[in-house]
């Protein structure tokens, strides 16, 4: 069965998307199979893997009964669009709205070795869905004042999800995203997040660049846009491995730095 990460934080532009959108790749470099699930009406994900906006049946689809998750994966990648707002509507009324993706991703999870799913910017129903079709949950933070804060409320409600419907949902940490440590406030954030949570920060922190908007543009991942800046990605996926006892693919990754450097 796949190992299914949710990466998630109650603020936007925290860097889920770009995160999930990397670390897909990174884990596929490292010759794993990566399903990759779109959670944001937003679509920013499906975008940023240049997915054919007409793709269908999406999430949307699959959440509500309508398509099978075989139907609804479009490339190794189960889109969204804003569809899924209306979905999540209609979703709230029903029983067992909190299980659907955990079941509707059941059929598919022999397929794959990781499921990443981007979560969009609040712990609604949505987010809750991936916390409940997940084994392990990935806090996105800013490196900004307050960074902490945001740690904190996602951790509540990753204690939740665990205290009724997932309560075998592990933690597997934060990542400080859009990080210059140059700066005083970036500085600080990470020393905050450390005292907090300590390994559980996965290092290094991910480099403020406008690259990131740029390949996003282009539907292009960091690793292929700026291989400089990508190491950031590949040495946490390289972590994550790690955590996860893939052990050949952190070592793929390894080998991956190490012909870049
Ligand atoms: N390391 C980075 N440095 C600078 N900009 C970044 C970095 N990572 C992401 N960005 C940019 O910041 C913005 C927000 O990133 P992203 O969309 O990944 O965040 P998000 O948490 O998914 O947002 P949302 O909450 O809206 O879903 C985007 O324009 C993205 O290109
Ligand atoms: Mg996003």
Same mark, same amino acid.
């Given at each position: 069965m796949a190992k299914t990460i949710a990466v998630l934080s109650? %603020?936007? @532009?925290?860097g889920k998307t770009t995160t999930v959108r990397t670390l897909t790749d990174a884990f596929r470099r490292a010759k794993l199979k990566v399903l990759a699930v779109d959670l944001d009406p937003q679509g920013n994900l499906s975008d940023y893997f240049d997915t054919d906006p007409e793709a269908s049946p999406t999430i949307a689809e699959l959440l509500l009964g309508r398509a099978t998750a075989a139907e609804a994966i479009h490339g190794d990648l189960i889109p969204a669009n804003l569809g899924l707002a209306e979905a999540e509507l209609v979703l709230g009324? %029903?029983? @067992?709205r909190e299980l659907t993706l955990r079941k509707a991703l059941k059929d598919v999870g022999?397929?794959?070795?990781i499921v990443m799913i981007d979560c969009p910017p609040a712990l609604g129903l949505l987010t809750v869905n991936a916390l409940v079709a997940a084994d392990h949950a990935l806090i996105s933070a800013e490196a900004q004042y307050f960074a902490m804060q945001g740690v904190e409320q996602a951790l509540e409600v990753i204690e939740l999800a665990r205290d009724g419907?997932?309560?075998?949902?592990?933690?597997l940490g934060v990542i400080l995203n859009i990080a210059d440590l140059r700066t005083v406030h970036s500085r600080e954030a990470r020393a905050a997040l450390l005292e907090h949570v300590g390994d559980r920060l996965i290092e290094p922190v991910i480099r403020s660049s406008i690259a990131y908007a740029e390949s996003a543009e282009r539907g292009l991942s960091i690793i292929d846009y700026r291989p400089d800046l990508g190491s950031d990605y590949l040495e946490i996926a390289g972590e994550i491995l790690k955590r996860l006892e893939f052990n050949k693919g952190a070592k793929r990754i390894a080998k991956l730095l190490a012909a870049n450097s």
């Open positions: 109650q %603020k936007g @532009g925290t009324g %029903k029983l @067992g022999d397929e794959y070795d419907l997932n309560p075998d949902l592990a933690w």
